[in-house]
Nanobody, 126 residues
Framework: QVQLVESGGGLVQAGGSLRLSCAAS????????MGWFRQAPGKEREFVAS????????YYADSVKGRFTISRDNARNTVYLQMRALRPQDTAVYYC???????????????????WGQGTQVTVSS
């Protein structure tokens, strides 16, 4: 099973940018679809973005379309989430996930499926 470690979270002002990274090890990274999810205090974990194993297909939650960009570097076993025009409502713990299924199927992926990282905190101040 692949192990995932997120980094890049932090505190940023509204309108600012952050780039999250997720480094994978212990598995065939290039065979997995990868995704980002987030969980705000008191709320359920929600889908943010996903990308197919090849990087050719990407999927986004409506709330982040046009502001966030997911990408991957299979040579570096890393997936990224570039976040721009951040809003206070983007504040959450962001989790990286890997799935043997498709990038599209990750939009409805459950927490008990696939592999997950430990999360990285993103805080957007107003």
């Amino acid at each position: 099973q692949v192990q995932l470690v997120e980094s890049g979270g932090g505190l940023v002002q509204a309108g600012g940018s952050l780039r999250l990274s997720c480094a994978a090890s212990g598995g065939a990274f290039s065979s997995y679809a990868m995704g980002w999810f987030r969980q705000a205090p008191g709320k359920e974990r929600e889908f943010v973005a996903s990308i197919s194993w090849s990087g050719g297909n990407t999927y986004y939650a409506d709330s982040v379309k046009g502001r966030f960009t997911i990408s991957r570097d299979n040579a570096r076993n890393t997936v990224y989430l570039q976040m721009r025009a951040l809003r206070p409502q983007d504040t959450a713990v962001y989790y990286c996930a890997a799935s043997a299924g498709t990038g599209g199927a990750m939009m409805i992926m459950h927490e008990n499926e696939g592999s997950w990282g430990q999360g990285t905190q993103v805080t957007v101040s107003s």
